[in-house]
Structures are given as C-alpha cells and as structure tokens.
C-alpha cells in the first residue's frame, strides 16, 4: 500500500513546487492520497521538490495531524476538548480501549481499526462527540459506544 | 459573472432587496455541528415534501444560530409572520413541519424552540445578546454571496475604497476601542498603525489566526464557517490600509467545512471583482490564499504561525522584531484572529464611535463565547462586554444541566484560569478577568458544577499544554513535564506540602522565563485551581512527617 504511485506523486508536487513555503500543504495532500505520509512516498516528493527528507520528517513529526504510519481500516476518534472531557470522554476511551485491546494512538493488530484521541472538533454542544471515519456520533454514552462504533465501521 | 464597481454593488443590492419574497423561507442550519446533529437527512426531507406539495418556499441552508444543544435547527418564516424555530428536528419532524406550518400556516408547539432573537435585545444592553459578529450566522446562506450583499456585505469595502483615508480608517479603529479577539486584547488600531508605517512600500502581508486551538472553543469555525464573507471584506479592508497586496488565511485542517466555505467565497469575491486585480474598478490589487494548520496549539502564536506558513516546524521565536517590522518572508505582516476581522466591516460602516459605546471601560464592543460543560443550554453567544459571568451562565444559558451548584467557571482555555462560582458577578472584560488571574481568551467558556473536580481539571490542561509545548525553550518544556509530574503525584495522594511550594515555583520560572505565550500562561489553570480552591488539593496531601 506504501507503494508510491507516481502520477499522484507528480501532480502533487507540480501543484505546489513554485509555491514558497508550501511543505505544509504539500504534505497535507500526499496525506490525503495515502491516509498517512509513507517514507518512501515522502522521500519522492522531497526530490520533486527539492527538498531533503530530514526537513519533511522534521515538520511531520511536529504536527500531530500527520500519521507516519497506516492508521487502520477504521479510525475511530474520540474528540478530547474540555467540554468532552468534562462529559465523559476519558470512560469512552477507557471502553474502546478495553474492547479493542490496544491503547489511543494504536491501530488492532488485524489492522482494522485505529483508536485516537483529538483535539477538540469544534462540536461542543455535541459532546461527548466520537467519529468514525466520517461519520460523526453526539452525545455519546460509555455504555453504548462499542455497538454505536460497530454499527458504523467498514467491514469489520 | 460582472465585475463590481462601487456603483454596480449597490445596483445588485437593490435589486437583491427588491426581489419579490417567497411565500415561506425554510432555513436549515448546516454546519460541521448542525451536520454531525443529523441536519443533512432534515433537509433533504425538507425538500422532497416542499417539492411534491409544490410549494412556494425557499429553502435556505444557513450557517450556525449558535444554539448548538438544540441541533439540528430549522427556522420557518412565513409571509407577514415572525419567524419560528423549531429544535432537535429530526427528518420525519421535519415532514410534519412542512405539512402544518408550511402547507397548513398552524405552528407545530411540538418542535417549537426558543430563538436567539428571543434572547437578543435590539440595543447591546449587558446581559443580553446582542450580534455584530454573529450577525449573519444562522441568518444568510454562507455560500451565497448575493445574501452577504444584500445585509449590507462589502459597502464598508466600498466606502473605504471609494473616500476614506487609511489613516481615517485606523482613527475609527481607535475610537472603536477594538482590542484583538485572539485573546491577548492588543488594540487592533496600534497593529494597523504600526504594520501601515513599518517599510512603506514594501510587500506586507495580512495573516488571519483561523487556528482556533482552544480545545473546547469554535467561535471562529462558527465564523468562518457562518459567515465567510465577513472575515474576507475585513482581511481586505486591513490589506488596503496596511499596504499589503496579499492575505493569507491560516486555517486549522481538523475545520474542512470552514476551509470549503472560505475557498468558496474567495472564489466567489475574485469573479466579482471584489478580490484580484483592480478591486471594485479602484485599482487596488490584492488576493488571498488558504494555508492549512496541522494540528499544533501553539501556532496560535503568531510567529509560530507565521513559521509554519513558511513550511516549518511552528516553533515560536523572541519578539522584537514584531511582525510587523519582520513578520512573514521577513516582510513586515500583521496578524488577525477571525473574530477581530469581523468586527471590522460593521465598525466601518457603523463608525467607531458606536461601536466604542458599547461595552465598560477599556473592553469595548460585543465578545463571542462558546459556553459548554455542565450548562443547561451550551452554545455560541455574543454578549456586550460588561456582562457579568453570572448573567451568562444563569439568564442566558439557563444555569447547570445538572441542576446541581455551579462550582466554577474557565474562561480562555488552557490559558486561561477558573473562576469560583462566588466570583461570578465579575463582569467579562479583559480587566476583570485578568485580576482573577485567568484571561479572556478567544471565547471558550466552561462552566463546572459540583461533581466536577478543579485538580483533575487543571491537570487535564497542563497535559494539553505539555503535550503541545514546542520544545524550544527551557521553562515550558521541562517546568511543564516537571509540573504535571508533580501533580499527578497529588492526584495519587503521595504529594506533601513541599509539593504545592514546588508547583508555584515552577510556576513562577514559567510564567516570567518562556519564550511565548503558550508556556507564561500554561501554569494559569493549575494556579487558579490553587487560589480558589485550595482544599481539593490539601486534602490529597500526605501529612508531613515529623522532623
């Protein structure tokens, strides 16, 4: 799956090779294509745009939105912001945490679901607030997230 | 598309006005909130039902009211009535709505929810709601730039470019009292002066914060994402006053919806003319761009941010030079948080003299909060500066969820500080908060009842803090981590007194040895937590031994 495909490689830097300072977004859409930045897909692209792999491990391993691994087939995030925390969202991880067997951060063994714990997104008044993939679940209960999750993975 | 001339904007807007109204206006609120609430299936079942009926109804997709807890919102108008708001609308709800209300002109009581008009007052009276930031969200559909006209949407662009003075306009910023939104509450006129006067001539550049990191705070994706066209006429009014051909809108990447409606709207401005070469015909040039965050608090901070707009590791460096004078490319750069720039337009056209009326003492205008917790009704409100934190949590937000005491309240995050329930009668502003030792903050409001506990809380913070601290200084990378060890050994109940002594000692090398904001304000919660509340910590103390 890391294999770099080179077309996508190719249009991504041509978008953003003359632009100043565009690492970020470069990245940013090399992560769109692979779910993470994959080293040799991130060494490609440092050639194309002329620059060294040390600079993009640099800026990738200080920003918490780039994954240096495959995330999973799932990925599960339970939204950590203050209102959720006041709301329960410590138990919610400590739940997934103890059905999935592996802690926030981790991906399951069968690679088929990533647990994470974010930074607030925005969705307060929802809280405790947990996604998976794209799909957005309010106001979630401890007791109910197992099943709330399962109902909405990809062929888990 | 036509490109506008001051002229041709008005022409558009009065034919805007002058269009024959639809018999019913169904306005369905569409944010990353409303959208996780479930609204998609509602307006889609909105549209069917008006569609098969064939009614006479316009169905407008809105930004967010702000009354999150009641989600997804539909707002019905019919001709001649007030409008109604119905809450918690689920798609079968929302069937019956069209039916009654719509076809049959009978309110359902059933879905009927408060309104924010409800809760607003004509004139920003403390205590009450009162919108100028908010003025659009939940109101004008975001993606359409003919609704941002016709509520008066680019004439303070038009006025500016078309008679005023950049010094004019910095003098209405300064009447106006305007105080940046980002929450340090620096005069917005001082930056405009001072970036407009560094290197004339030169390329500058105007940066807008849209890294909103307060983890429990999303007043400016509300904005941006409510209201795009606000911040937009706000960055190039500051563009054209500085002397910048180029704005830059730094945006964090967990906000898709806010970077989709901002490119719109880019895109929408550029084919009007108002955005591009030669705006509105006055030969004034300048463009903007999107740049994406990546998930790093302290890019809040504006060199931090300016760094990661470089493509680097946002690491924050010693000010002077301020950005001003060496900001972006080294260029002389001014940096803005969403809420500020959407203040601007309505001062300009408003002038500053209303605007500094409103609000106490060196705190002026309205602040937008985000109040979430154990609170009744959670969501976004806009409040005259003066209103007091107890107006705020009992009248408008309808006390605890609970039922229970409120214990405390946070404002400004992770640094920002608690403020004990009998503190509450404390007006907002940036003063009375800062005494209190906590900030003002760009909006994030937590309100805690008394199951809450204030040493579990401040330790949640300083984690967060910890965790984000670049690593390039001293004091906030090791006085944190040292910090939180010390707590976490109190929250085991090993802690002793000489652990608390140790804690403000940190504290205090934080607070006076950072590099940036991030780790002078990051000891704020665990210090206030003390302050007030000092007993939950002394009672998870071992008792000294004796010596």
Same mark, same amino acid.
């Given at each position: 799956?890391?294999?770099?495909?080179?077309?996508?490689?190719?249009?991504?830097?041509?978008?953003?090779?003359?632009?100043?300072?565009?690492?970020?977004?470069?990245?940013?859409?090399?992560?769109?294509?692979?779910?993470?930045?994959?080293?040799?897909?991130?060494?490609?692209?440092?050639?194309?745009?002329?620059?060294?792999?040390?600079?993009?491990?640099?800026?990738?391993?200080?920003?918490?939105?780039?994954?240096?691994?495959?995330?999973?087939?799932?990925?599960?995030?339970?939204?950590?912001?203050?209102?959720?925390?006041?709301?329960?969202?410590?138990?919610?991880?400590?739940?997934?945490?103890?059905?999935?067997?592996?802690?926030?951060?981790?991906?399951?063994?069968?690679?088929?679901?990533?647990?994470?714990?974010?930074?607030?997104?925005?969705?307060?008044?929802?809280?405790?607030?947990?996604?998976?993939?794209?799909?957005?679940?309010?106001?979630?209960?401890?007791?109910?997230?197992?099943?709330?999750?399962?109902?909405?993975?990809?062929?888990? | 598309?036509?490109?506008?001339?001051?002229?041709? &904007?008005?022409?558009?807007?009065?034919?805007?006005?002058?269009?024959?109204?639809?018999?019913?206006?169904?306005?369905?609120?569409?944010?990353?909130?409303?959208?996780?609430?479930?609204?998609?299936?509602?307006?889609?079942?909105?549209?069917?039902?008006?569609?098969? +009926?064939?009614?006479?109804?316009?169905?407008?997709?809105?930004?967010?009211?702000?009354?999150?807890?009641?989600?997804?919102?539909?707002?019905?108008?019919?001709?001649?009535?007030?409008?109604?708001?119905?809450?918690?609308?689920?798609?079968?709800?929302?069937?019956?709505?069209?039916?009654?209300?719509?076809?049959?002109?009978?309110?359902?009581?059933?879905?009927?929810?408060?309104?924010?008009?409800?809760?607003?007052?004509?004139?920003?009276?403390?205590?009450?709601?009162?919108?100028?930031?908010?003025?659009?969200?939940?109101?004008?559909?975001?993606?359409?730039?003919?609704?941002?006209?016709?509520?008066?949407?680019?004439?303070?662009?038009?006025?500016?470019?078309?008679?005023?003075?950049?010094?004019?306009?910095?003098?209405?910023?300064?009447?106006?009292?305007?105080?940046?939104?980002?929450?340090?509450?620096?005069?917005?006129?001082?930056?405009?002066?001072?970036?407009?006067?560094?290197?004339?001539?030169?390329?500058?550049?105007?940066?807008?914060?849209?890294?909103?990191?307060?983890?429990?705070?999303?007043?400016?994706?509300?904005?941006?994402?409510?209201?795009?066209?606000?911040?937009?006429?706000?960055?190039?009014?500051?563009?054209?006053?500085?002397?910048?051909?180029?704005?830059?809108?730094?945006?964090?990447?967990?906000?898709?919806?806010?970077?989709?409606?901002?490119?719109?709207?880019?895109?929408?401005?550029? +084919?009007?003319?108002? &955005?591009?070469?030669?705006?509105?015909?006055?030969?004034?040039?300048?463009?903007?761009?999107?740049?994406?965050?990546?998930?790093?608090?302290?890019?809040?901070?504006?060199?931090?941010?300016?760094?990661?707009?470089?493509?680097?590791?946002?690491?924050?460096?010693?000010?002077?030079?301020?950005?001003?004078?060496?900001?972006?490319?080294?260029?002389?750069?001014?940096?803005?948080?969403?809420?500020?720039?959407?203040?601007?337009?309505?001062?300009?056209?408003?002038?500053?003299?209303?605007?500094?009326?409103?609000?106490?003492?060196?705190?002026?205008?309205?602040?937008?909060?985000?109040?979430?917790?154990?609170?009744?009704?959670?969501?976004?409100?806009?409040?005259?500066?003066?209103?007091?934190?107890?107006?705020?949590?009992?009248?408008?937000?309808?006390?605890?969820?609970?039922?229970?005491?409120?214990? +405390?309240?946070?404002?400004?995050?992770?640094?920002?500080?608690?403020?004990?329930?009998?503190?509450?009668?404390?007006?907002?502003?940036?003063?009375? &908060?800062?005494?209190?030792?906590?900030?003002?903050?760009?909006?994030?409001?937590?309100?805690?009842?008394?199951?809450?506990?204030?040493?579990?809380?401040?330790?949640?913070?300083?984690?967060?803090?910890?965790?984000?601290?670049?690593?390039?200084?001293?004091?906030?990378?090791?006085?944190?981590?040292?910090?939180?060890?010390?707590?976490?050994?109190?929250?085991?109940?090993?802690?002793?007194?000489?652990?608390?002594?140790?804690?403000?000692?940190?504290?205090?090398?934080?607070?006076?040895?950072?590099?940036?904001? &991030?780790?002078?304000?990051?000891?704020?919660?665990?210090?206030?937590?003390?302050?007030?509340?000092?007993?939950?910590?002394?009672?998870?103390?071992?008792?000294?031994?004796?010596?």
């Amino acid at each position: 799956m890391a294999a770099a495909a080179p077309g996508d490689l190719a249009l991504i830097a041509k978008r953003w090779k003359d632009k100043r300072g565009s690492l970020i977004m470069a990245l940013h859409d090399l992560q769109g294509r692979f779910g993470y930045v994959p080293r040799d897909a991130a060494q490609e692209l440092g050639k194309q745009l002329n620059v060294p792999l040390a600079r993009i491990y640099e800026v990738i391993t200080f920003y918490n939105y780039f994954k240096l691994e495959a995330p999973g087939k799932n990925i599960i995030s339970v939204c950590m912001g203050t209102a959720c925390y006041l709301k329960g969202a410590p138990e919610i991880v400590a739940k997934l945490s103890e059905k999935l067997g592996v802690k926030a951060g981790e991906t399951t063994p069968d690679k088929q679901f990533h647990l994470q714990q974010v930074r607030c997104i925005g969705c307060c008044g929802l809280a405790p607030v947990v996604t998976v993939n794209e799909k957005v679940l309010a106001k979630v209960k401890a007791a109910d997230v197992v099943d709330q999750v399962y109902a909405c993975a990809k062929g888990a | 598309m036509p490109k506008f001339t001051p002229s041709e &904007l008005d022409a558009h807007k009065a034919k805007l006005l002058a269009a024959p109204a639809k018999k019913a206006v169904i306005k369905v609120g569409l944010n990353t909130c409303g959208d996780a609430a479930g609204a998609q299936p509602v307006m889609a079942a909105i549209k069917e039902e008006v569609q098969k +009926a064939g009614l006479d109804a316009q169905i407008v997709k809105t930004g967010c009211s702000g009354m999150c807890a009641l989600e997804p919102l539909v707002e019905v108008t019919t001709a001649g009535a007030a409008p109604v708001q119905y809450g918690r609308v689920t798609a079968e709800a929302a069937r019956e709505i069209v039916e009654k209300h719509i076809k049959g002109g009978r309110v359902v009581d059933a879905y009927k929810v408060p309104s924010v008009g409800d809760m607003s007052s004509e004139k920003p009276v403390p205590g009450k709601q009162y919108r100028i930031v908010l003025r659009n969200c939940g109101v004008i559909d975001p993606e359409s730039l003919d609704e941002y006209i016709a509520r008066d949407g680019y004439q303070a662009l038009k006025q500016v470019l078309s008679g005023m003075t950049p010094e004019q306009v910095i003098a209405e910023l300064e009447t106006s009292g305007l105080r940046g939104r980002g929450g340090a509450g620096f005069p917005t006129f001082m930056k405009w002066k001072l970036t407009r006067a560094s290197r004339p001539g030169e390329q500058k550049y105007i940066i807008c914060n849209g890294d909103e990191g307060d983890p429990g705070a999303y007043m400016d994706r509300s904005v941006l994402e409510g209201d795009p066209h606000a911040v937009i006429e706000g960055m190039i009014i500051g563009g054209w006053v500085i002397g910048a051909s180029q704005g830059i809108f730094y945006i964090r990447a967990e906000y898709p919806l806010a970077i989709e409606r901002i490119e719109k709207a880019i895109k929408q401005a550029r +084919a009007n003319g108002l &955005l591009g070469k030669n705006i509105l015909g006055t030969g004034f040039d300048f463009d903007l761009e999107v740049r994406l965050g990546a998930g790093a608090f302290v890019c809040g901070e504006e060199t931090a941010l300016i760094a990661s707009i470089e493509g680097l590791r946002g690491t924050p460096r010693p000010r002077p030079p301020y950005p001003a004078q060496k900001g972006l490319w080294d260029q002389p750069s001014m940096v803005n948080n969403v809420e500020t720039l959407a203040n601007i337009g309505q001062i300009v056209l408003r002038g500053g003299a209303w605007f500094g009326a409103i609000g106490v003492g060196r705190s002026k205008g309205t602040k937008v909060f985000a109040v979430t917790g154990k609170v009744k009704v959670s969501g976004l409100i806009e409040i005259p500066m003066g209103t007091t934190l107890r107006q705020v949590v009992m009248d408008i937000c309808g006390g605890t969820s609970s039922g229970k005491p409120v214990k +405390a309240m946070q404002t400004g995050g992770p640094s920002g500080g608690l403020i004990p329930a009998s503190l509450l009668d404390t007006p907002i502003t940036y003063e009375d &908060l800062g005494k209190l030792g906590s900030i003002m903050g760009s909006g994030g409001m937590i309100v805690m009842d008394e199951s809450d506990n204030t040493v579990e809380l401040s330790r949640f913070y300083l984690d967060f803090s910890v965790d984000e601290s670049c690593g390039k200084c001293a004091p906030c990378r090791i006085g944190g981590t040292q910090m939180l060890r010390t707590i976490d050994k109190i929250v085991e109940r090993k802690g002793t007194a000489a652990d608390i002594a140790k804690i403000r000692k940190i504290a205090l090398t934080m607070q006076r040895g950072s590099l940036c904001a &991030l780790g002078q304000t990051t000891p704020n919660p665990v210090l206030s937590a003390l302050r007030y509340f000092e007993s939950e910590w002394t009672e998870r103390l071992v008792p000294a031994t004796k010596k």
